[in-house]
Structures are given as structure tokens and as C-alpha cells.
């Protein structure tokens, strides 16, 4: 799902009923049996005149809502006997009743962020407790919150409930307390902990402002001839050409050149993206054997020569940097050995070059991009190679290396901004130093992460010194821990379809990032487990936020 920015509100115009009673006909009679089906499909609850409905839009789409209402007799008047006993005597209650989400939207912070709003409505109105039977397969969910279940389950044998109370304030102390009520900050300061797009120096950002040039003027070739030689003096390829695009593109390149190489290859994956190589080379219509390790570990250099051997590999491709996982993996033994068995080596250096030595000298050919490690604007896809090449028919003109080599790198219209911010990055980047500020802050991280009992998924001898794979353990929520630390000042990568089914959070130091922020990211990371470790549990047992903690501000 891509980020949304929920909305909490009091329901009020025609069309948000409207979208309330079809909430209510698709939870209530389509996916929990309660009520019988109409050609409408529409269900307006018994109590609607008395209803004041919490909801949750995103943009104008209904995507929550849950009902309070403060007049007896309550719908559980009718199901619990002797309701008022399982009541404290001081009590101001209400009942909160028709909790519903939206499917594509549960797992994210909108049922934590509608009791929230629900809670301080009812407190506003001068209650003290809410009363609901909520359905019995999201007990676990209700507790979180702080519900309490009193009684025995209620309704018939297709839709049953568990009756339980919530005490308000102490419901929305806590929340606020896990949720850290900061203002949300401008993105100008914010710690950028991306793997991209990543926060650039202001000489970058003033080059990538200046007014563009034609592609075809001598002052663009000589941008463009300057900007190559600096990418070949940082990873001593011999060639290197600059495709308008992503890093796929770039991949796509590989791939299309392999095409018209003859022979078997071997791809390798030891995480996402090497799956995405598979990808690549399948729609490519290449012909390779696939190895592939869990994600996290490194490769057996023995198991894939015998793979070489086997399949008259000649040619192998893999990622340097795994990001998904921060494994760096073994090109030095891999490229000794292609070297000795007469393979072409193929690298995707997307997330290594700019944050750790790369030698590309002895690669046949490698992508990477200019807006991660190298600290520039996203845009550029660099392909690396050694050998000349000529114009090839048989490859897509966009794609051909030969093709740009012989328009001098400028065969199409292309971005002067792009190339001019990337030049100034590639001015700015002191391999050596850059290296070892990369270096201090991963350690600044791991320690961090050691002392609060978080697990880095890749070891330090292994890992790429630029990414930090942080499982978050289950059931908590990754997705949630990220939205937090978002609130407090930090981007990290979180969101990825991948970060989230491996409930992962990703501090990547691939822009300008300083020490100073490591520190202060350890200590809202600390902050945040502080105030969600349940009392007397040592620290190492509590690694992060109840999967619904940390609701939105409303």
C-alpha cells in the first residue's frame, strides 16, 4: 500500500454516511455474519440516530469508523445479564460499538488512531469508560489498546463477541505516551537515514538548481565527458555511461547486453534484490541457473564454481550490496574466481559505490545509480564496463552501449541538472574520509542496537558499512516503530514491501549523515522502547512497539 496520511474526524456530510452504512453492511453482513444481506447493500444500525460515528478518511475515502453513543439501554443491555455489575459504581460509561477497517488498511496505525479518537471524544463528553464487544478473532488486538474482557462471549455461533470495557484516560495516556505527541517536522530538518533519496551537500543542490543547458551544446559535453572520467577514477572501470533513470534501468542494461552474449549464466540472491535479478534476467529471456541462499547469508564460493563448472557458466551476475539484508557480499573472491574459470563477472553496485571501495576493473559490466552512496539527486543510471563496444541492432537503442559510446555518451535528450549535481557530489566526495565517516557512524548504530537488545540481521564482518537491517521482533509493528521515529525527526527506510513483511526498519547512511544524528536516532530509538517495555520486563525482552502503539496525531 502506498503511504497515506490518515484524517480523524466526527462524520458530518451526507456522503461520509453514505460510505458509514456501506462500512457497516461489508463488516457486519458480508464478512461477520451478524445481519441479513439486502440488494442495497447498505446497513443502518439500530442506534444510528443516537451514533456519534469516530471515522477515518484517507483523502475523501472512508477507511474507519467506530460508533459512540451515551444513552441506555445499550446493545449490551440486551446480551449481558445483569449488565450494570460488571460497571464500577462512579463510572460514566458509554458504549463504543461497529469498529471496522477496511481490509487493505488493517495492519496499519488506523484502528490504534481511531480508539485514540474515539477515547478523547468520549472524554471531552464527560465519560469515564467505554463498554464494546468487539469480535473474538481480534481479542489479542483489543487488549493492546487496553481493553478489558468481563463475561462470556455473546451472539450467535457465526459472529461471536467478547464484552469488554476500556477505562479513558488511562487508554489515551497511554497511547500518548507510546505515540511520543510530537510535532510533525519540516523535511528540512530532518535526519535522513534513506537509502534514497538522500540528503545532498548545498553545493549539490545549487548545481542541480542552475538553469539547464541543451545536451547538444559543447559546454554539456564537456559536463558530461568530465562527469565520466571522475566515475571511472573512483572505480578504475574504463567506461562508464550515464542512462536518464533508475537503477532497473540500469539492470535492464546488463541484461540486454547479456542477451546477445552466447552462453549459460548463473545469477546468485542472497536477498530482495537479487531476487530482482532473477526478475531481470528471466524477462530478458536469458538463459541462467539460479542460486539463491536466505536472505542475510553469504554465498558458498565453493557451491557456486561447481555450479560454473556444471553448467558451462559464462557469465555470473549478483549484487554487491545486498540492501535488503546490508550483507556486502565477497566480490573479491568472486571476481578471482570468474577470472580463473574465464566468466564474466556482473555487478549491481546500486547501494555500494560511493560508501565502500569498489574496483571495477575487472567486471564485464555494472549498474549503479547517482542518488544513493555517491550523495546526489536520484535520476542518473550509471552502467560500468572495460571492454569497447560497438553499436548493436540486436539491443534496444536506449539501451545500447555501443550506441551511447559512439554519441559521446549523449545520444538523446538528457538532464544538465542532473549531470551538473552529480558532478558536484563526485567533486565532493573524498573516498577515503567518506569511507571512514561511514564506518564511525555504522558503529555509533550497532552499539546502539547491541545495548537495547536489537538484532542487526547481517554481522558486522559481512555487512555493508552504509545499511542497518533492524528486525523488529513479532507481533510488534516495524511499519508503526518507523511512523514514530518519523514524528521525532528521523526518515529511515521502513516502508519497502519487503522492510515490512520482514518487519524491518533500515537506517542507511548513504547521504550526509553525521555522527551527531546517529547519537540522537540511538537515543529515539531508547526512548520509544522505554515507554513500550511493559513494567518489570528487562529491556533485552522488549525490543519495540506493540503492533498497534502508535497511532497518528488525530
Known amino acids: 500500500m502506498p503511504p497515506f496520511k490518515p484524517t480523524f474526524k466526527i462524520a458530518s456530510t451526507p456522503a461520509e454516511f453514505d460510505q458509514i452504512h456501506r462500512l457497516n453492511y461489508r463488516t457486519f453482513v458480508e464478512e461477520i455474519p451478524q445481519h441479513p444481506a439486502n440488494h442495497k447493500k447498505m446497513l443502518v444500525d439500530k442506534f444510528h440516530e443516537d451514533n456519534t460515528y469516530c471515522i477515518c478518511l484517507d483523502g475523501e475515502r472512508l477507511i474507519g469508523m467506530i460508533a459512540i453513543r451515551g444513552k441506555r ?10 449488565l450494570d455489575r460488571w460497571i464500577p459504581p462512579a463510572a460514566q460509561v458509554c458504549e463504543m460499538r461497529l469498529l471496522a477497517v477496511l481490509p487493505e488498511y488493517r495492519g496499519t496505525a488506523v484502528f490504534a488512531g481511531l480508539i485514540h479518537f474515539a477515547a478523547s471524544e468520549c472524554i471531552r463528553r464527560g465519560f469515564t469508560m467505554g463498554l464494546a464487544s468487539g469480535t473474538l478473532r481480534q481479542t489479542r488486538l483489543y487488549r493492546r489498546m487496553g481493553f478489558v474482557p468481563f463475561g462470556d462471549p455473546v451472539g450467535s455461533a457465526a459472529a461471536r463477541f467478547q464484552p469488554m470495557s476500556l477505562t479513558l484516560h488511562t487508554a489515551v495516556s497511554l497511547m500518548d505516551r507510546l505515540r511520543m505527541d510530537v510535532p510533525e517536522l519540516p523535511a528540512a530538518s530532518m535526519a535522513n537515514f534513506l537509502p534514497g533519496p538522500v540528503k545532498v551537500s548545498p553545493a549539490v543542490q545549487a548545481a542541480f538548481a542552475a538553469p539547464p543547458l541543451s545536451h547538444r551544446s559543447s559546454e554539456f559535453l564537456d559536463l558530461m565527458a568530465e562527469t565520466r572520467s571522475l566515475l571511472c577514477r573512483l572505480t578504475a572501470a574504463r567506461h562508464v555511461q550515464c542512462y536518464l533513470g533508475s537503477g532497473t534501468l540500469g539492470n535492464d542494461v546488463v541484461a540486454a547486453h547479456l542477451k546477445v552474449e552466447a552462453g549459460m549464466g548463473v545469477v546468485l540472491s542472497n536477498g530482495e534484490f537479487g531476487d530482482r535479478l532473477f526478475d531481470h534476467a528471466q524477462r530478458m529471456g536469458l538463459e541462467f541457473k539460479a542460486y ?24 555470473l ?6 540492501t535488503s539484508s546490508g550483507i556486502l557480499n565477497d566480490v573479491e573472491r568472486l571476481s578471482e574466481m570468474c577470472r580463473r574459470r574465464g566468466v564474466a563477472l556482473c555487478l549491481d553496485c546500486t547501494s555500494s559505490l ?29 552502467v560500468f564496463y572495460n571492454d569497447e563496444r560497438k553499436p548493436d541492432h540486436r539491443i534496444p537503442r536506449y539501451l545500447d552501449l555501443g550506441y551511447y559510446g559512439d554519441k559521446q555518451g549523449v545520444p538523446f535528450t538528457h538532464s544538465s541538472n542532473l549531470l551538473k549535481a552529480l558532478n558536484q557530489a563526485l567533486r565532493e566526495l573524498e573516498p577515503p574520509r567518506r569511507f571512514r565517516e561511514v564506518r564511525r557512524c555504522q558503529e555509533i548504530l550497532r552499539k546502539g542496537c547491541s545495548d537495547m537488545g536489537l538484532e542487526v540481521t547481517a554481522k558486522e564482518r559481512v555487512s555493508s558499512p552504509a545499511v542497518l537491517s533492524i528486525r523488529i521482533p513479532a507481533p510488534h509493528s516495524s511499519l508503526l516503530f518507523g511512523e514514530a521515529l518519523e514524528r521525532k525527526g528521523f526518515i529511515l527506510n521502513y516502508r519497502s514491501e519487503y522492510l515490512v513483511r520482514g518487519n524491518i526498519v533500515q537506517p542507511c547512511l548513504m547521504g550526509q549523515v553525521t555522527e551527531t544524528e546517529c547519537r540522537a536516532l540511538i537515543q529515539a530509538i531508547a526512548s520509544l522502547i522505554a515507554v513500550s517495555r511493559p513494567v518489570g520486563t528487562h529491556v533485552k525482552a522488549a525490543h519495540a512497539l506493540p503492533r498497534s502503539a502508535v497511532p497518528p496525531p488525530p
Open 73 to 82: 439501554p445499550f446493545s449490551l443491555d440486551s446480551k449481558v445479564p445483569d
Open 292 to 315: 539463491s541462499v536466505p536472505w542475510g547469508e553469504t554465498y558458498d564460493i565453493a557451491a557456486i564454481e561447481d555450479l560454473l563448472v556444471q553448467s558451462q557458466a559464462t557469465w
Open 317 to 322: 551476475w549478483t549484487t554487491h550490496c545486498e
Open 354 to 382: 560511493g560508501t565502500v571501495p569498489v574496483d571495477l576493473s575487472r567486471v564485464f559490466l555494472a549498474s549503479s545509480v547517482s542518488g544513493k552512496g555517491l550523495a546526489s539527486v536520484p535520476g542518473l543510471a550509471l
